[in-house]
């Protein structure tokens, strides 16, 4: 009976030490596991709820991407469409790029009945004052038609015009 006792003694300071090292009694750790059991399924349905949540906010974003790109091709050819019409009122050639890669704005601006393409200047700065002054307010009615702001007015654009160009200058 001694030797049980001792033994029994000694696995009861065994479980003792073990249940310190694992820091809880068997009960109370199944106890702390089933918490954590519970707690993790909660968090996994949230996180479920959050990922379908997410999910169907990036298909948004990627369909109203796909409309703010058709809508910028649409400005974007409506606005090269009228510096056209505005620059051929006057017997030239106009057109209008956006590079959105670069961030650039390229205008092209042939002047006269010129149907040589290389005649295309790409830098307005070769451009006479009055055929720049001409360009600009082609170029302004255009983007104005396409955009939200309620009056436009411009000083002077003709400054540098002779009275010819000053008589033909588009009006809106």
Not at 12 to 22: D, F, N, S
Not at 131 to 150: N, Q, Y
Not at 161 to 172: E, G
Request: hydrophobic fraction near 35%; glycine fraction near 6%.
């Amino acid at each position: 009976r001694k030797a049980l006792e001792k033994r029994y003694q000694h696995l009861a300071k065994t479980i003792e030490e073990a249940e310190e090292e694992a820091g809880g009694s068997l009960a109370d750790l199944e106890v702390e596991v089933a918490n954590a059991e519970e707690k993790l399924t909660r968090d996994g349905h949230d996180m479920r709820k959050n990922l379908a949540l997410f999910k169907g906010l990036q298909e948004a974003y990627k369909k109203r991407e796909a409309k703010l790109f058709q809508v910028d091709d649409y400005v974007e050819r409506t606005v090269s469409a009228r510096f056209k019409h505005y620059m051929r009122k006057k017997g030239h050639f106009g057109k209008i790029a956006v590079h959105r890669k670069e961030k650039k704005l390229e205008i092209g601006v042939r002047i006269g009945q010129d149907k040589n393409k290389d005649a295309v200047i790409k830098d307005l700065k070769q451009l006479s004052g009055g055929e720049r002054s001409f360009a600009t307010v082609a170029f302004a009615l255009a983007l104005g038609g396409e955009s939200d702001t309620p009056f436009r007015a411009m000083d002077e654009f003709d400054v540098f015009m002779d009275s010819v160009r000053q008589r033909n200058s588009p009006a809106p």
